[in-house]
Each structure stands twice: as C-alpha cells, then as structure tokens.
C-alpha cells in the first residue's frame, strides 16, 4: 500500500483517511483498549494476514467510559499511547485511530445505548453491572466509524466475544466476526494488559486460573479416553486392566459406570478446576474466585451432564486489587 502508517486522533481525521486512500482489497479492525501486548499484536497480524497486502487494517485505541463500573480501574487502566502506535506498526497496521472520549461520545454520557440483555448479565455481566451494555455499544460506534469489512476479537473475551457475535447477527450489521485463541505466555497465564499490576506473589497466585483450566481440560480429556477405550474394550477384567494402564485406576474400579457416564463428565471437570481453585484461596496472598462456570456458548448458561457441543470453562477471579479473567474451549462428543 502506499499510505504510510500514522495515528488518526479525531472522527474528521478517520473520514479524511478513509475517504481519500480507498484500498482494492477488505478493511479489517482490531479494537483495543490500548496497552497492547503480544496478544493485541497477535489480533492485528491475523488481520493483516486476512486482508493480504491491498487490505487496509485499522487498530482503534479508546478506553471506554461506559464499560467501567463504580469503584473499577478506569482511572489507573494503563495508558501507553506511544508504545501501543510501535506494536500496532509493527505487527502490520495501517492506521491506529485513538480518539479522545469527547470525540466518541461528544454529549457526555449518550442518551442511547445497546443492551446486551439476559445474556450480558450472566457471569462478567453479573461481576460487573452495565460492562457489557457499554462495550456493546462502543463496538457497534466504532464499527459505523470504521467500517470495516471484518473485525478481529480475542476469544480470552469470550463473552464478550459472544456477545458481540449476536449483536451483529441480531442487528444485522455487515461485518464478518473473527475470533483468535487467547495467547499466553510460558507458565500460562493468558496474556492481559491488567498483568503489570501484579507483584511477584500475586503473579504465582495468578497462575492458579490457568493451571485450574488445564485441570478441567485435561480431565475432560481423560474421560474421553477412557470412554473410547471402555466402548472397545469387553465388560471383563481386561476393561479394568486397560482402563487402569491409563492410569485411572479410580475409574477402572468401576468401568462400566465410566462407560455409561455422560461423554466428558462436565460435573467432573468443573470439580477438577475447582480443586486447583480451592487451593488457590489458601494461597499468600490468597485467590478470590468471583466464578468458574462451564457453559453453552450460545448463550452463557451452564450446560447440563447430557450437553454435547462446543463448550466453554470459564474463570475470574481477583489477587490483590487486580481482577482476572480466563477461559478455554472444550468440545463434548456425544456417546457412539
């Protein structure tokens, strides 16, 4: 392309831009609140990959107002514009659109907002009343702003990723939704622009939400094996030898049960993550679990013992002053 790279900070600026550099291939967005990190710039390479060279990818940066409640971090949410303008260069954007909260809602407080409805008040939306409300209708602005053609979002946001999901498909906005896995970083604390407020003893504290979701995951992927393998295996005592060489050996005491369990025991994995959580709160300094659910992604409702489908185990939780949150997606198969 031949616009160069720059920082767009006002609405006139955007059209400008927008207007005089039409591009011959799709416009992709990546919406952030700033403080980018490897999984902000993960986000925009995935965009500039979508829409190839003759794409036009725009990186907005706005602390939203609206999103955060009483008593939330607003104030203290790290703002690194000049960081965030090198990150977003470099992993391949073409313009980074930072507009003062004057710019976005020039009135103050707008008179008219989104609603994420019952599915907003679940989970995150019940930790944090009205969050998903204000960030529903910060997204549907800068997409009308923006107008891109495809939008990126995190999926360690996954309600809001859901979220999002259905207003565009209830409100029949025409962009394309793209979700990218969460990225983490070595020990598997999933990366987040609210980390740097963790000392080194929360930061340990902190890996107990990651390391509660491997404990589901890799549970649920247990009882998967041992379904197969006990569906394969006669009703004798070869089915425990096997189910025990597994190194289940609790399960193989009762192999039929296992083969007749609902596929992938969502009761069984939410115990598994709840026990790393319960050591979590003996911790120093301790973890304080606001949730840990395992739901429909349709709709954020837990799912019962018969559910089949995607799922997804979700977290949040606080160490200190900081509020974390994670997930991860789990898929359970129906039985054969």
Known sequence: M???FELVPTLDDLDYVLGHFAVPGRTAVVMTMGALH???ATLIRAAREHVGRKGFVIVTVFVNPLQFGAGE???RYPRTLDADLKTA?????DIVFAPSAGEIYPDGTPRITLRAGAMGERLEGASRPGHFDGMLTVVAKLLHLTRPDVAFFGQKDAQQLALIRRMVRDLNFGVEIVGVPTVREEDGLALSSRNRYLSPQER????SLSQALFAGRDRHAAQEALRARAREVPATQARAEALSALGE???AADAHAVAQAAPG???AVRAAARMVLDEAARLDPPLELDYLALVDPA??????????GEAVLAVAARVGTTRLIDNIPLTFGAAS
């Open 89 to 93: 260069e470099r992993a391949g954007a």
């Open 204 to 207: 340990r504290t902190a890996l």
């Open 2 to 4: 031949s616009h160069d």
């Open 299 to 308: 709709d954020f409702t837990e799912i019962d013992d018969d559910f089949t």
């Open 265 to 267: 025991g969502p009761a």
């Open 38 to 40: 490897e999984g902000h």
């Open 73 to 75: 971090d607003l104030d």
């Open 249 to 251: 050996s609790r399960a």
